[in-house]
């Protein structure tokens, strides 16, 4: 058996965190890696290889679940302009069909605040 430097032994046990840390955020495997004895620099590449590989696996797998999220927030956002839309219509409806009687007996029952932010809501 070969002897191994403390720089291989070290990339050695860093790239396995490396593989393990991002499987296990994958829910994979564990994909294990032997030194390559024979040219310390070859190994250092595959090393680097396979970490690339498994950090371009990590960001696909947060694209899609972005994606996901984002197709998840715009039906949500939809259906809130839709609700929006219902209540606007029906609150037009109702301003219109209550007698000026009507109208200043509900807004003496609203406290003050409410009507100013109703007001400069409108005003804008």
């Known amino acids: 058996m070969f002897a191994k430097t403390p720089m291989e032994v070290a990339v050695y046990e860093l790239h396995n965190f490396s593989i393990s840390f991002f499987s296990s955020l994958l829910g994979g495997d564990v994909v294990s890696v032997k030194l390559d004895n024979s040219a310390s620099g070859a190994s250092v590449v ?3 290889n ?3 590989q498994a950090m371009d696996l ?3 797998h947060l694209m899609y679940a972005v994606r996901e999220e984002v197709e998840i927030l ?3 956002i939809k259906e809130l302009a839709e609700k929006n839309n219902q209540l606007e219509r ?6 219109n069909l209550a007698s000026p009687e009507q109208l200043e007996k509900f807004q003496s029952r609203i406290p003050t605040d409410v009507l100013l932010d109703n007001q400069n809501v409108q005003v804008t």
């Open 46 to 48: 595959a090393i680097d």
């Open 50 to 52: 396979k970490i690339e």
């Open 58 to 60: 990590v960001k696909n």
């Open 74 to 76: 715009k039906e949500q």
């Open 90 to 95: 029906e609150n037009y409806l109702l301003k």
